[in-house]
Structures are given as C-alpha cells and as structure tokens.
C-alpha cells in the first residue's frame, strides 16, 4: 500500500476515529500457531490477500462507520497475484519441512514397489474447493474497558486462547482481560483462534475511552476469517485379486496463504484406517495471496477421506467386488502405520446395520442399471472417521445442602449440548434432579477448558466434572461414615452412592444431604480440580491457563483412537437434464460413551447434510486474475436448503471404549460429514457411470461423456 486517504472520510459527522498502520504502533504482532491462526495481523502497509483489513472506521452510528469506511481510498503498487492451483508464482513446500505439527507423516515398507507389483492397481486424482464459514451468527466483537480492565464480548471456542492471545497483542498482563462467550451462534472451527479484528477493537475501545462494537458484514467474513482451503490428491492403490490391498500412496496439496504454513495434512488418519500392507504419504504446502485457511468442520479428514474412499470404491469396481465386502476384507483392529492397537474400533458393525437399514443387499452393481422412469438410481457407500482427541481441563463444582449444583468450566456451546450434557453428568453424579443443577460456560474466568474443536469437548469436560464431582462424593462420604450418628456410621465409604438428594448405602438405609451438611456444620461443599488426560505433560494444565493448548488422542497415545461409521446413500440423476437428487442417506456411527442421544443423533444428522452440501452444492469461487472470492454472500454460495434434504436416518451403534479417557467418549462433533461426499460420489458412478473426481458434483460434470 503507497498511500491511504481518510480525508473524505475523517469529514463525515460522528466519524470518532479511525485506525491505519499508521497509528496503530501498540498492536503487537504474534506468531501464526501459538494461540491465533494468521500472522497477517497488522492493518499494512504490506498487503497479503484481497479482503485485508486496512482501516477501522469507529463512528456514533453503524451507518456513519459504514459510510465512511466506503470513502476510504488506498493506492498500491500492484503486483501479479497467484490465486490458486494452476497460477504463475504458487511456492510449494513439503509440509514436514515447514508445520512443526507434521514433521512426520505415515509411511510403512515400500509402497512403491508393492502398488507396482500388484495384481491389480489404480492411480487416481481428486480434487476439493474452497469452502467458506457462514455461520449466522457474524464475525463480531465488543470490546470494554473498565480502567485497566478490559472485557471482550465475542463469539469464541477458545476463551483462554483469545484471553491470552490479545493480551499479548495489545502487550497488557493477561490477568486483565476477561472474554464472554455464553452461547455460540455457528463456529464449526471458524472461532477458535484469534482473527485480527479482536485487538484492533480494544485498541479502538481504548483510545475512545468507550465501548466498541464491530458487526462484519457477511462478505467481510470470507477474508477476515479463515476457511477451508482447497486440496489436491494423487492416490495409487495396489491390491490382490481377492482384495487385500498391498500398498497406499497418498499425496496431498493444500493451498495456505504467503506468511503461514496452515495445512491439515489428513494422511496421518486415513493412513490409519485399513490393512494396506505398505504406505507412503507426502503432503504440499501451496503458499499463494490469499487469507490464511483455518480449521473447519472436520478439517484434515472432510478431504482426504473423500479421496481415499472415492478411490476404494474405484478398487471395488476395478476388482470387481461389492464396496462393502472389500471393506470387510480389508478391516483392522492394529495400526496398518506401527502396529499399535485400536482402543476400540466397530467400523464393520456399522457397515452391517447401515446396510441392512439401507437394503444394501438389492443393489445391482452394473453402473446405471437401476432405474425408476426417467431417474437413474445409484447406490453408493463409504467410511466415516475422526480421531479422538482428548485435552486437559479444569472444573468447579458446588453442591447445596439443599441439593442445587452449580457447575463451573469455560467450556463453549457452540450447538455441542454442552450445557445439556453437564447438567446430566452432575445430576447423575451428584444424585440430584436435572433441574437442580446451573452450569456455566463461556467465560474466561471460569477453570479454563479446551478449545471447542477436535470433537474433544465432551471427552474433555466430562472427564474433568466427573472428577470434581467425585471429589464431592468422597467427602460426603467421609463425614458420612465417620460420624457418630446417622445410618452410615461407622460403614465402608465404597459402599456409599448418592440418590434423590440423599446417601444411600448397600442396606439401602439413606440419609438426606441437610442432615449430613448440617452435622458438617456447612451450607455447600465446593470443590476445583484439574484433569490431566494419559500422555500428556503435567502442565498441562498451567498451559492452558496461559492460553496454550495440548491434546492427544487419534494415532498419538499408546493405543490408536478413532471413531468410525459407514454411510449410505441413494442419487437419483436424471436421464435428461442430469438434475441430481438425494432421496435418502443412512449413517451408522460408533463413538463409545453417547452422553445424551438427542443431541449426539442431531450432531450426526447435521453432518451428513453439510456432507451432501459438500457433494453437491458448496463451493467459493475465485476470481484468478485478482484472487478475489466472488460468491461472498448467501444467494451465491449455495448450501442445501430444505427442499435438498429428503431422508436422513441416523444408526447409533453401542461401543464401549475404556481407554480413552475416563468418560469413555470418543467425540463426534466431526463424525458424520467425513465419508458422505465420497458415498455421494460413489453413487453417482453408480448411476451414471461417470466418475466425478473434483468435487462439487454438479450438474454440468454430468453432461459430458
Ligand atoms: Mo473443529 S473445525 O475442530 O472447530
């Protein structure tokens, strides 16, 4: 950027300030990783991507900022830009030369020389798009300031993170800032790091000496937040005639922005999921001018298991056999990777009853051979997979001598359930009715939580409230027992349970809470405590505080931890105009402990309908000349509406995993949108007998032969 010039707008009345490079020196850089996404932080002059924020305009009334934002005129010396695959300029790096998260990617014996030697192989290429974060709820900010104190009023998964992460940019003592974020209104991993808006609205706020609010627009969402990148995959496979595959080479690239090396590098999973023999794996960084992609839905699996069950499905036909059955044949319960167990795996039983709910059995194979008047039929099918992740959290728990719970951890509900699920684990634990029981969330002066993200809140925060609640347990039960009256008196703790408000023991003689409480000579018992998960360090727990963020679990504890389903569905293509329909979709998940069906059934059910909106409908166009997103808006980017979404069943499939973390939740936030845009594939091959390799699958990829 040469010049910028605020005149036209510094002389709009209730214009109250605005920020540039220029006067915006307290805004401290930090670096892409630690606690936020992107390193593009500063408001220039050096200019990453389109859609870089280079001014705030702070005015009395929306309309007036908004005006005067629009008088803003900034002169470049332009330079060529490289949007995406195929331009002039891309740098391609080799992703465990530049992400400290994925120095290594699987690899096991020789890959080559076994898919080259194999009786049967294919080599196959795949492509995804750009996709963007709509949530309903925008990109906003409101910052406050109470003498040194400042508060931040935004939608966040990640309230430590964002705590700390500003506290570093505005280069202010963390104990200092507070953030608030009660419910979530659509996040899906677009609020789980820091953007840059955050810092330059308290600085704003600041200077003002009073409350700032920022509501983006929804265009303004396409750059100043991140999104999903598009992806490229080079898959070979190699296997015998009966069907064992002998080898799996997957190569993958990611495209990321100048500065940063975000890449999701999805290998490190799908290399865990069948018995592939040998493997080898290399993921791309592909640096060009955009904004830094970040974590959406499912982020490193939604791609790379699209390519890899798209190109099973390739290897079924090629080799003549059901989609299923080679599935079967090639099943594990070991890491095809190192040989480490499965915590638990039911990938197989989900198959099963998916496909007897599907009526898999009438399929016949032969592409387009069903067919119902003008409509083409296609069946297809394919695996769903997330690692298990789990992190260390901290929680507080009081319990009233008249039976009210409050339960406090600055977890996030982002349309998780997690006050559902909290408020039921506490009621359980502590013996006492669902309504008794006040949880709260969302607020950085809460025991901190982890980030709302890797499908780890349930395990996370179950774990750590089972723990705090136990802990109010064993000293009920103590004063219980060693008291000098009562029905427990003198009795074995362990024999102890809590019950409608009352200890009950193995005689079945119960005591009320009043009476025990009042013996105690106390009105509540509170008590804090801290859940380090298996693997991960001790301090853990003092980083989250600061804002950093450890989790395990997926291919990196002692035992491989993945949750699985299988996934079917009917397409419907027409003859003619090759119009394509979703009539039904049948998913069976295993996920270890469900924590309430309800919410855990409307979790899978919402995956499946963005995975058909990632088959079939979304898609951020770029315009390559100026590397510019040009559907930034809802009527553009289209998303499946109602009259998309026919059929939706949802399979809950019993597992129990004890490894995992003492909850025995696996997490399945994530779940059910991985594997639905391969079946969606599959089942348009199936129909058509075309083979649709760049997703989305739309209606002009079908005309051709
Ligand atoms: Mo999720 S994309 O890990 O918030």
Redesign the pocket.
């Known amino acids: 950027m040469t010049s910028l010039n605020l005149d036209e707008a510094k002389a709009i009345p209730s214009v109250l300030d605005i920020l540039t490079y220029e006067n915006t020196s307290e805004l401290k850089e930090t670096k892409f990783g630690v606690r936020c996404s992107t390193s593009v932080q500063a408001l220039g002059p050096q200019i990453f991507h389109a859609g870089q924020i280079i001014a705030v305009v702070v005015a009395d009334s929306f309309e007036a900022a908004s005006q005067a934002a629009e008088s803003i005129t900034a002169t470049y010396s332009e330079e060529a830009s490289s949007a995406t695959f195929g331009a002039q300029g891309l740098e391609e790096v080799d992703a465990t030369k530049q992400s400290q998260q994925h120095k290594h990617l699987p690899q096991a014996g020789d890959a080559d020389g076994a898919i080259a030697h194999a009786e049967v192989a294919i080599d196959v290429e795949y492509s995804t798009p750009t996709q963007h974060h709509n949530p309903i709820e925008l990109f906003t900010t409101t910052a406050v300031w109470t003498g040194d104190q400042l508060t931040i009023y935004e939608p966040s ?1 990640f309230v430590y993170g964002l705590k700390n992460a500003v506290a570093e940019r505005l280069a202010i003592n963390p104990d200092n800032v507070r953030v608030v974020s009660n419910y979530v209104g659509g ?6 790091t820091m953007t840059p808006r955050t810092a330059m609205i308290a600085l704003a706020a600041k200077r003002l000496n009073r409350p700032v609010k920022l509501v983006p627009t929804r265009a303004q969402g396409f750059t100043i937040a991140t999104y999903r990148a598009e992806t490229r995959h080079h898959i070979r496979l190699g296997a015998r005639r009966d069907g064992r595959l002998v080898g799996y080479s997957h190569e993958g690239w990611e495209i990321s922005s100048r500065p940063d090396p975000y890449v999701v590098a999805g290998v490190e999973d799908s290399a865990q999921l069948y018995a592939y023999g040998a493997i080898a794996t290399k993921v791309n960084i592909v640096h060009a001018d955009r904004n830094t992609p ?6 490193p699996v939604v791609p790379y298991i699209y390519a890899l069950e798209s190109a099973m499905d390739e290897m079924a036909v090629k080799l003549g056999m059901d989609p299923v059955e080679f599935r079967r044949v090639n099943d594990t319960t070991t890491s095809p990777v190192d040989g480490k167990p499965y915590s638990s795996r039911s990938l197989i039983q989900c198959y099963d009853l998916a496909a007897d709910a599907f009526g898999w059995k009438g399929r016949n194979p032969t592409p387009s051979s069903m067919r119902d008047g003008d409509w083409l039929i296609g069946w297809g099918c394919a695996t769903a997979l997330y690692p298990t ?1 789990v992190g260390p959290a901290a929680a507080r728990v009081r319990l009233m001598h008249n039976g009210d719970v409050k339960v406090q951890t600055a977890a996030h509900e ?1 349309g998780n359930g997690v006050y559902t699920i909290l408020s039921q684990l506490a009621a359980e634990r502590l013996g006492v009715n669902l309504s008794s029981v006040r949880v709260e969330v969302g607020d950085s002066r809460l025991p901190p939580a982890p ?6 809140t349930s395990a996370s925060t179950c774990s750590a409230v089972l723990k705090t609640c136990d802990a109010i347990r064993a000293r009920l039960f103590h004063a219980a027992v060693t008291a000098n009256e009562g029905p427990h008196a003198g009795q074995s703790a362990d024999d102890l349970t809590l019950k409608d408000g009352q200890v009950v023991g193995a005689n079945g003689a119960a005591e009320r809470l009043e009476n025990i409480f009042g013996r105690m000579g106390v009105s509540s018992i509170e008590e804090y405590s801290e859940f380090v998960p298996d693997g991960l360090k001790p301090d853990a727990i003092a980083e989250l505080y600061d804002g950093r963020l450890t989790m395990t679990g997926g291919p990196h504890g002692k035992k491989v931890m993945y949750a699985s389903g299988a996934e079917f569905v009917e397409v419907r293509v027409h003859a003619l105009t090759r119009e394509i329909r979703v009539p039904r979709i049948v998913g069976a998940f295993a996920a270890g402990r469900l924590m309430n069906t309800r919410t855990v059934h409307s979790q899978l059910m919402g995956g499946m309908i963005w995975g058909i909106s990632s088959a079939l409908h979304e898609a951020t166009d770029i315009d390559t000349q100026y590397a510019r997103y040009t559907n930034d808006n809802l009527a553009d980017y289209s998303v499946p509406v109602n009259a998309d979404i026919k059929q939706v069943e949802v399979i809950l499939v019993p597992e129990v995993d004890h490894d995992v973390n003492p909850a025995g939740v696996k997490g399945l ?2 779940l059910a949108n991985v594997g639905t845009a391969a079946a969606i594939a599959n089942a348009v091959y199936h129909a058509t007998g075309k083979r649709v390799r760049d997703l989305p699958i739309r209606i002009e990829k079908l005309l051709t032969a």
Do not use: C, D, L, T
């Open positions: 998964q996040a899906f991993g677009s609020k789980g970040g974590y959406m839905r499912s982020p992740h982002i980030v709302a993200g890797g499908s780890n936030g994530e």
